[in-house]
């Protein structure tokens, strides 16, 4: 399946999900709080040959969207995106890594004061990846499911906006023939949150 197909279907499986959990309560006049997220994360696979081959840390910028269905619980869903570079350790060959990362889950806000608060957040994620090795023309193509939890702890700096601080942890794993590739790790970060 192209990319862009699976960019089109998760985006239809997102708004399914809003408008079978939203929809009623609109109709009905409710206020429910929608928001999107921003954030520039840094990833740190949990894999030694990838933080061989490539590094240790990796910048991944991602934005996800959702809202609350109660005080307290959500569903989001969210896209991340990065290609990074690298040489293989034996022949110090160019390597290339490119992945595509869906995410949908719900979470759990807990107010700590008028300012300071906290989420918690369990989702599936997708990960669509691409490895080249130029020099020998090799391209390695695959998908995998896995489970991510995050925590973000975030600070009100206007009515509709925060600035929070994220920790996470991902697991997601693909075999391709003898091959284990591990896209799972830990992630911190930065974001910003819009309120509307």
């Not at 992945?99 to 989420?119: A, D, P, V």
């Not at 990846?129 to 695959?142: D, P, V």
């Not at 998908?143 to 991902?170: A, E, H, P």
Request: glycine share 10%.
């Amino acid at each position: 399946m192209k990319l862009k197909n699976k960019i089109r279907n998760f985006g239809v499986i997102i708004l399914v999900v809003i408008a079978v959990v939203f929809l009623p309560s609109m109709v009905n006049g409710e206020k429910k709080d929608f928001f999107a997220d921003f954030s520039i994360n840094f990833f740190s696979n949990s894999n030694a040959d990838f933080r061989n081959e490539y590094r240790s840390l990796v910048m991944v910028p991602e934005i996800s969207i959702g809202g609350f269905f109660s005080n307290k619980l959500y569903i989001f869903g969210g896209f991340e995106l990065f290609k990074v570079k690298g040489k293989t350790p034996e022949w110090n060959l160019d390597l290339e890594m490119k992945q595509h990362i869906f995410s949908l889950g719900t979470g759990y806000f807990h107010s700590f004061s008028k300012k300071m608060g906290l989420r918690g957040e369990f989702g599936i994620v997708y990960v669509s990846y691409t490895e080249k090795l130029s020099a020998l023309k090799l391209e390695n193509k695959g998908s995998c499911i896995g489970f991510r939890l995050n925590t973000k702890l975030q600070y009100k700096i206007s009515s509709l906006t925060d600035l929070y601080f994220k920790l996470g942890y991902t697991i997601a794993k693909d075999t391709v023939g003898d091959t284990k590739n591990n896209f799972g790790g830990f992630s911190t970060g930065f974001g910003v949150n819009f309120s509307f």
